[in-house]
């Protein structure tokens, strides 16, 4: 079993950054891919990023890629998410998600339906 637990989140003006906290409890946190996802207001889950277990394999959703990095600290059992120039369209609730399978697959990592364990979310919100 692995609890997660988000934190960072907040108000910011556009172009702001903000870093985003998972703390994961559990042993075997090493072995699992770390993605997050976000949702915003009436819309469906989506896939932002992942890490690899080792961290040196990341992916990001386009609408990202350049602004936001992900990154992972084993030893903390912790993974982060540095976001950049933020937009409006950032704004959701931002979830951190555990993968058991430790399967590197996009078809598999951006899909909510392959994560086990969810965070309970921490809110993002950008003013224009």
């Known amino acids: 079993q692995v609890q997660l637990v988000e934190s960072g989140g907040g108000l910011v003006q556009a172009g702001g950054s903000l870093r985003l906290s998972c703390a994961a409890s559990?042993?075997?946190?090493?072995?699992?891919?770390m993605g997050w996802f976000r949702q915003a207001r009436g819309k469906e889950r989506e896939f932002v990023s992942a890490i690899s277990v080792s961290g040196h394999t990341t992916d990001y959703v386009d609408s990202v890629k350049g602004r936001f990095t992900i990154s992972r600290d084993n030893a903390k059992n912790a993974v982060y998410l540095q976001m950049n120039n933020l937009k409006p369209d950032d704004t959701a609730v931002y979830y951190c998600?555990?993968?058991?399978?430790?399967?590197?697959?996009?078809?598999?990592?951006?899909?909510?339906?392959?994560?086990?364990?969810w965070g309970r979310g921490t809110q993002v919100t950008v003013s224009s």
């Open positions: 559990g042993r075997t946190f090493t072995t699992y891919i």
């Open positions: 998600a555990a993968d058991r399978s430790s399967r590197w697959s996009r078809d598999a990592f951006i899909s909510p339906l392959s994560y086990d364990y």
